[in-house]
């Protein structure tokens, strides 16, 4: 089992282009999540998705959109990509929303660069 | 809201033992995780704590106090290789994980 996969791993974009982030789990889970990463910051939360159909706003949606597009795929968009949005992306999934979302399993990150 | 304290950085040497602290408040609250992070790699889940008390896992411990809002974890041993930043992240109900900004652990030899 490859767990979580995300592509790409690293980007550099231009202020405004758009780009999508691609995330798959393989492990049959039924939430995924969508965090970034800034030095000090810790990991915030931008979007999830408790189940397959479900998309919700984290703490830093902004700027950002999401699409479940199955169970196995979660995939997160920046429609106009700004300097602010340079960041460490992470997805992430776990067995349940209820039950079994405090243990989260990762992927490797996409390291994004908006110039 | 939800909001937690952790150090930012702590030292130690090999074979040592470290407690790394983290105090929290929220509205709502099912349990505390904890988690790794080499530098440059991804979270990996350390463990979980609902109930009061200890959980022991190999040479990592945590526990949790909900009357006091605060938990630990306890690493034992110390290798070189658990160098790495540790995050606490608080489950407030049913929703998802709040973390904090993380420990970063220096192991010396």
């Known amino acids: 089992n490859a767990g979580v996969t995300q592509t790409p791993k690293f980007q550099v974009l231009k202020t405004g282009q758009s780009m999508t982030l691609q995330c798959a789990q393989d492990m049959n889970h039924n939430s995924m999540y969508w965090y970034r990463q800034d030095p000090g910051m810790g990991l915030r939360l931008i979007y999830y998705?408790?189940?397959?159909?479900?998309?919700d706003k984290g703490e830093v949606p902004n700027g950002y959109n999401v699409s479940r597009l199955n169970k196995r795929e979660f995939s997160l968009r920046l429609e106009s990509a700004a300097p602010s949005q340079t960041s460490v992306y992470f997805c992430?999934?776990?067995?349940?929303?209820?039950?079994?979302?405090?243990?989260?399993?990762f992927g490797p990150g996409t390291r994004l660069l908006v110039l | 809201g939800q909001s937690l304290e952790q150090p930012s950085e702590v030292t130690a040497v090999e074979g040592a033992i470290v407690q790394i602290n983290c105090t929290y408040q929220?509205?709502?609250?099912?349990?505390l995780s904890w988690y790794q992070q080499h530098d440059g790699g991804a979270p990996t889940f350390l463990s979980y704590n609902a109930l009061d008390g200890l959980e022991e896992t190999g040479r990592f411990s945590s526990f949790l106090s909900r009357s006091d809002s605060y938990g630990y974890l306890l690493l034992q041993e110390l290798q070189m290789k658990d160098s790495a930043s540790y995050f606490c992240a608080v489950r407030p109900g049913y929703s998802t994980l709040t973390f904090g900004k993380g420990t970063m652990l220096l192991v010396s030899p």
């Open positions: 929220t509205s709502g609250f099912y349990g």
């Open positions: 992430a999934s776990s067995p349940g929303h209820s039950t079994g979302g405090e243990t989260q399993y």
């Open positions: 998705s408790a189940s397959e159909g479900t998309t």
